[in-house]
């Protein structure tokens, strides 16, 4: 049985320890490489020094020595140290092999051991390589998304090793791409995108020492996405300048950013321009251009604005009741870049701040003020303003505060019912008294029927005393109320009125007074 002893490569020197089950049963597996200082045990299963030990290696002796035999010589490689252990200066390939150690011990005891010695070599000549678009003076390599990337691994290592490509992203990670025992690993990826930017490293170990060496490459993908860049502002602590901000996210690396107006750019590399108030104007272009390694001057993407002015709109006439409460509102939504608009009261524009008198909100491009309990105070001219870079603009609203009274309401209502009741007593009063004047049919006076000729008269019994000869007077009614009569006098046709209105005339008036029976009585 072969026991493997775990090699610890301490500059120079390799050291191993094997636990020994019988005399020469144990053979012993060491490493060493090239150059090292290898110590190969013998006996160790006690304190006892050998007097004599002799190594062999292939049943050829190699060296011996001990506490009977004479120092070895100067320069010599292989010496045999006091505990019988063989020391070898500058291991060399040609050391591999099996090693026998013979010792005599006290009391005419003999002891041997087994050591087997590989010389191991590499990982060695580590080479990684990219295959990709392009390479930067520093190395890294680039590749465009889209693209194909081949990786190229190699080593050399003795007696074997194993490659291995491990890739290490800002999103993830993975230990092993690919991996192979033969002395080169390629491996080809299509495709790349922006994920597959990181770094790329190849390690080869040497599978009999476990030493390994490693090699990385860096490998960035250009991209270009398929949107432009963003133009914004933002005030700076000078007013008199504004700082106007060029963005492009999504792309590598970062581009090179021109901004101008009327076509006349200037680069920045913090991709902002800080611009004098003064030289910008209502309706002026300001744009952002883009430039990548990767379009041509044909395919540069640009973004910009034209400025416009603010101008702030709403009610500028308001009228509020004392202790109520009211919201003054504008809307701003020309202005480019967008207006800081804010409230002020009075016309030194005095600032107005959230309390409990005044709250400052805001719903899209809709400013408002809401004024809580007003008084004849508040009264007066309060300012909507906007202003934004080169432009400054203002809405007046005058507010009126009028006085108020809790029985205004009760006052109106007491009014309008009592004209309500003046206005039935004096129509019933006015329809009583004139109540004799009402014809049936169509009105005061007579109607006249055209089919028959008959005239209806009304006449009051109180009033008129012409028909008491002729016509029996009606006694009064219990309820007190005056009686009409109603006479029927038959009026000619208008065929024969003409011709016979002097002859019938007459003969009508005696007929009448003959045949005249009591008149119907009509009540009202």
């Known amino acids: 049985m072969n026991t493997v002893a775990t090699v610890a490569l301490l500059g120079v020197f390799l050291t191993a320890t094997a636990a020994v089950s019988g005399n020469g049963s144990t053979e012993t597996l060491m490493t060493a490489n090239p150059g090292d200082i290898a110590v190969l045990p013998c006996y160790t299963v006690g304190n006892e020094t050998p007097s004599l030990t002799t190594w062999t290696k292939d049943g050829r002796e190699v060296s011996s020595g001990g506490v009977s035999a004479s120092p070895p010589p100067a320069g010599q490689r292989l010496v045999v140290l006091h505990d019988g252990s063989l020391n070898i200066i500058g291991v060399l390939t040609g050391d591999e092999g099996s ?16 050591v087997l010695l590989q010389v191991t070599s590499g990982p060695d000549e580590v080479s990684a390589s990219i295959s990709a678009n392009s390479v930067l003076h ?31 992203g800002a999103s993830y990670s993975n230990d092993t791409l690919a991996s192979t ?34 090699k990385s490459t860096e490998l960035l993908v250009y991209y270009v996405p398929g949107t432009h860049p963003d133009c914004r502002w933002e005030p700076t602590q000078d007013p008199s300048y504004v700082h106007f901000i060029c963005s492009w996210f999504g792309l590598y690396p970062t581009p090179k950013l021109l901004w101008g107006k009327d076509g006349a750019f200037q680069e920045t590399d913090r991709l902002t321009a800080k611009v004098n108030r003064s030289l910008l104007s209502d309706g002026q272009i300001l744009t952002c251009k883009a430039q990548h390694q990767l379009l041509n001057l044909q395919e540069e993407k640009s973004c910009s604005f034209t400025l416009m002015s603010p101008y702030p709109v709403g009610d500028p006439l308001v009228t509020a009741l004392e202790a109520t409460s009211i919201t003054l509102t504008c809307s701003e939504t020309t202005s480019s870049p967008p207006a800081n608009t804010t409230w002020r009261r009075g016309l030194q524009q005095d600032s107005i701040v959230t309390g409990s008198k005044y709250v400052l909100s805001e719903d899209g491009p809709t400013f408002k003020l809401t004024i809580f309990n007003i008084s004849k105070d ?3 001219v309060y300012f909507c303003r906007s202003e934004n870079p080169f432009a400054v603009r203002e809405l007046e609203v005058y507010l009126t505060v009028k006085a108020s009274s809790a029985y205004t309401g009760a006052i ?25 004047r009402i014809c049936l049919g169509g ?33 009064p009614l219990t309820n007190g ?8 006098h038959r009026i000619p046709s208008s065929d024969h009125e003409d011709a016979e209105s ?3 005339r007459p003969q009508q008036q005696e007929d009448t007074e003959q045949t005249q029976e009591p008149a119907d009585l009509v009540k009202f």
């Open 99 to 114: 090693y026998l150690c013979s010792s005599i011990l006290p009391v005419n005891r003999s002891f041997q051991a087994r």
């Open 138 to 168: 520093n190395g890294t390599v680039v590749a465009y998304r889209g693209s194909s990337v081949t990786l190229n691994c190699s080593a050399f290592s003795y007696p074997s090793q194993q490659l291995s490509w491990a890739f290490k």
């Open 181 to 214: 025992s033969e002395s080169s690993l390629g491996f080809k990826m299509e495709n790349v995108q922006p994920s597959t930017q990181g770094v790329y490293t190849c390690m080869a170990l040497n599978t009999v020492s476990n030493k390994s060496v490693s």
């Open 378 to 380: 508040d009264e007066g």
């Open 412 to 436: 109106i209502g007491v009014f309008i019912a009592a004209l309500i009741v003046g206005s039935a007593i004096i129509v019933t009063k006015t329809l009583y008294s004139s109540r004799h």
């Open 443 to 475: 009105g005061f006076g007579q109607m006249m029927e055209e089919e028959n000729g008959d005239v209806l008269s009304l006449v009051d019994s109180d009033d008129e005393q012409i028909f008491q000869d002729t016509v029996p007077q009606l006694p």
């Open 481 to 488: 109320c005056h009686t009409t009569l109603v006479q029927i």
């Open 502 to 504: 002097s002859d019938t």
